[in-house]
């Protein structure tokens, strides 16, 4: 029996009343007994968690403030509010803390290049040393305010041939110099790490010099996107354009790619995303819209590397990838360029030829399957902060408005996990991420063209919400939506389209003070 459906949990319907400091006692009533006959029914764990039936009490009767909506993660919720809120265990932990901090360990170390005796094995190419540098205090990653990509942590390349998908795993296809990320540093340049125009080290050449496959560099000066409130008032989005700088010793500039920019996500939370049940993702997919409400969402099927099939994708900004296994080992040869047992071949294609000749320095693969599994065991069980602010006036109403003008059909507030095997930190905990892990048609405003297995040029996955209001006091900026042209909570909203025209337009009929609420509950995530 599914409890979630027959609870109604994350159904859209929380707090659909314009005043949520009334108390409608007539309705909570029999809506507690109700629920509590379903948990007599349901029976198991989840139905006796007393933040749960809060949670799903406050859902219902618009009961305000929610006892149980402090903890967003759960009961492994940390309630810290400072520069290190994305980087702490589950309070609830029971399991291996050492493997914990193993994994940690390796999460923050900083590697060096193939043939080293010492966490060995960088490169050839690569676009940073360690998992922390784009992930800094766990936290996101952003763009430069404008210029060379080269110095600038937390943001990425992805690029694939045009029109084409791998006839097996129905994914992109990478370019066939470059493969389908760019990586845009290279190991044998020693000091300092810099290159000329044709991309020699301009510092001191150490052995295996293998030159970097090119750079990408970030202005604001595309196209304007304006909107007006109806209040009066007007904001001029700013489209970012980039432009790039290819390796002639591998062909130079291909004559068609697509390529996307991605910032590196948050930390917090991913072990209970991956906790979510497929049943409970797939009930929130409407691919065909069939209910008429201008949201579908879809599923992206992707492919599982370990299992050679494919699967439901959920993590990612097109939910590209499967499991935090495949995700944690794909970032590790991606973006640093250590091999793992998952891929267990460096990141050389045929036309390079340096890179291919470096890649033998440290033997493959370059991390231990113990290795592997500790980090994936760290990113599971980051905790989430807890939310804040909770009694104020202006987030009780900022959420109420945030229902009200349908923010909630994608960005689910309330959601209960499934059994995780072995941890029980991660299993049947009421949570409130703020998403559906679905894929979205966001518009053609931020479309990046490139296709991603099931998702296209203009679909991207709802991101989880928890913790926004704390990226500032942790990363020291708040640039959002996938590539960080957002600044700020207002600019992320004003930049939805697609699917999310209903939710935008309502955000900009609102009064100016009905829009500061809908912010300030957004920063109390």
């Known amino acids: 029996m599914n409890c979630d459906k027959n609870l109604n949990i994350g159904s859209g319907t929380a707090n659909p009343e314009p005043n949520p400091s009334r108390r409608r006692w007539t309705r909570t009533i029999p809506i507690l007994v109700c629920i509590l006959l379903n948990f007599l029914y349901c029976g198991g764990k989840e139905g006796t968690d007393p933040l749960g039936i809060a949670a799903i009490i406050a859902s219902q009767t618009g009961i305000a403030p929610d006892p149980g909506e402090a903890f967003s993660g759960g009961y492994g919720t940390r309630f810290i509010s400072n520069p290190t809120s994305f980087d702490t265990p589950v ?179 991913l072990g209970l995303l991956e906790a979510i049940p497929e049943s409970t993702i797939l009930g929130w997919a409407d691919p065909t819209d069939s209910d008429s409400d201008g949201v579908s969402g879809k599923v992206n099927m992707v492919w599982d590397a370990k299992n050679h099939k494919k699967v439901l994708g959920r993590f990612g900004w097109k939910a590209n990838e499967p499991s935090l296994f495949q995700q944690n080992q794909g970032a590790f040869l991606g973006d640093i360029g250590i091999t793992s047992p998952l891929f267990s071949t460096d990141n050389c294609p045929s036309t390079q030829t340096q890179c291919l000749a470096a890649a033998s320095g440290t033997a493959d693969p370059e991390i231990t399957a113990s290795i592997a599994e500790s980090v994936n065991f760290y990113t599971k069980l980051v905790a989430v902060p807890a939310r804040r602010n909770l009694s104020d006036p202006d987030v009780i109403d900022g959420k109420v408005l945030f229902s009200s003008i349908k923010c909630d059909a994608c960005h689910k507030p309330l959601v209960l996990t499934g ?107």
């Open 419 to 525: 059994n995780v095997p072995g941890l029980p930190e991660l299993s049947y905990q009421y949570i409130k991420p703020y998403t559906d892990l679905l894929l979205h048609d966001m518009g053609p405003e931020l479309a990046d063209g490139r296709p991603d297995f099931d998702a296209d040029g203009q679909e991207w996955r709802t991101p989880p919400l928890w913790g926004l209001g704390l990226i500032q006091e942790v990363n020291g900026h708040l640039k959002l939506m996938h590539d960080g042209r957002a600044n700020g909570i207002e600019e992320a909203i004003l930049w939805h389209g697609g699917e999310a025209d209903t939710a935008r337009t309502g955000f900009q009929n609102l009064s100016l003070t009905d829009r500061q609420k809908l912010i300030k509950f957004l920063e109390s995530l």
């Open 91 to 269: 309070v609830n932990m029971s399991s291996d803390g050492i493997q914990f901090n193993t994994g940690n360990n390796f999460f923050n170390r900083a590697w060096v290049a193939e043939g080293n005796s010492a966490s060995a094995g960088l490169g050839p190419t690569f676009n940073t040393s360690s998992c922390q540098n784009c992930h800094a205090g766990d936290g996101r990653g952003a763009p430069p305010d404008s210029g060379t990509l080269f110095n600038s942590v937390g943001i990425l390349i992805r690029l694939s041939k045009v029109g084409v998908s791998d006839p097996t795993t129905g994914g992109p296809v990478g370019l066939d110099s470059f493969g389908l990320q760019l990586n845009h540093k290279g190991i044998g340049c020693v000091t300092p790490l810099a290159y000329d125009s044709n991309f020699d080290c301009t510092g001191s050449t150490g052995p295996n010099f293998t030159p970097p496959e090119g750079n990408a560099s970030v202005s604001y000066t595309g196209a304007t996107v304006v909107r007006n409130y109806t209040s009066g008032g007007t904001v001029t989005l700013n489209t970012p354009v980039y432009s790039f700088s290819w390796n002639v010793n591998f062909g130079g500039a291909p004559s068609s790619f697509n390529f996307s920019p991605r910032t590196a996500p948050m930390i917090p939370g």
